[in-house]
């Protein structure tokens, strides 16, 4: 979040650092680096298996899941937000999943070997 206020309010001062650093286009590259982040890395997994979104701050991984319904006799109803729930135990057990099926693993060892090429085809 931060990462992408930072970029915002680069691209919209007069004298921009990354329009200085990598010309007319880097702002526009930077902007859509940060939505790609956004879209591919940190909602998915808000959806799924939960992101410490304010990791260096606070200590808390918050999760996206519940429903919407509307309710005969009770009206609107929600489960995405519980504004109840305690705060995690001293030791709570942090699992950082590298992959979980066969399919992750191919599309992990595609960008690594993606990464890899790009960068040897950068020294030439």
Same mark, same amino acid.
């Given at each position: 979040?931060?990462? !992408?206020?930072?970029?915002?309010?680069?691209? *919209?001062?007069?004298? +921009?650092?990354?329009?200085?650093?990598?010309? *007319?286009?880097?702002?526009?590259?930077?902007? %859509?680096? %940060?939505?790609? #982040?956004? &879209? !591919?890395?940190?909602?998915?997994?808000?959806?799924?298996?939960? $992101?410490? #979104?304010?990791?260096?701050?606070?200590?808390? &991984?918050?999760?996206?899941? /519940?429903?919407?319904? #509307? +309710?005969?006799?009770? /009206?609107? =109803?929600?489960? &995405?937000?519980?504004?109840?729930? /305690? +705060?995690?135990?001293?030791?709570?057990?942090?699992? &950082?999943?590298? $992959? +979980?099926?066969g399919f992750q693993?191919? %599309?992990?060892?595609?960008?690594?070997?993606? %990464? =890899?090429?790009?960068?040897?085809?950068?020294? *030439?």
């Amino acid at each position: 979040m931060a990462f !992408g206020a930072l970029v915002v309010w680069d691209t *919209r001062r007069a004298e +921009s650092w990354l329009h200085a650093k990598f010309g *007319r286009d880097g702002p526009h590259v930077a902007v %859509v680096g %940060v939505v790609a #982040l956004l &879209f !591919g890395g940190i909602l998915p997994d808000l959806m799924t298996s939960g $992101v410490n #979104l304010f990791f260096p701050l606070h200590d808390r &991984f918050y999760t996206f899941a /519940g429903s919407l319904e #509307l +309710s005969s006799t009770e /009206g609107v =109803v929600q489960t &995405f937000v519980d504004l109840e729930r /305690g +705060s995690d135990p001293a030791n709570a057990e942090r699992v &950082f999943p590298v $992959v +979980s099926s066969g399919f992750q693993l191919v %599309v992990v060892l595609t960008a690594i070997a993606g %990464v =890899v090429g790009r960068f040897r085809e950068a020294k *030439r």
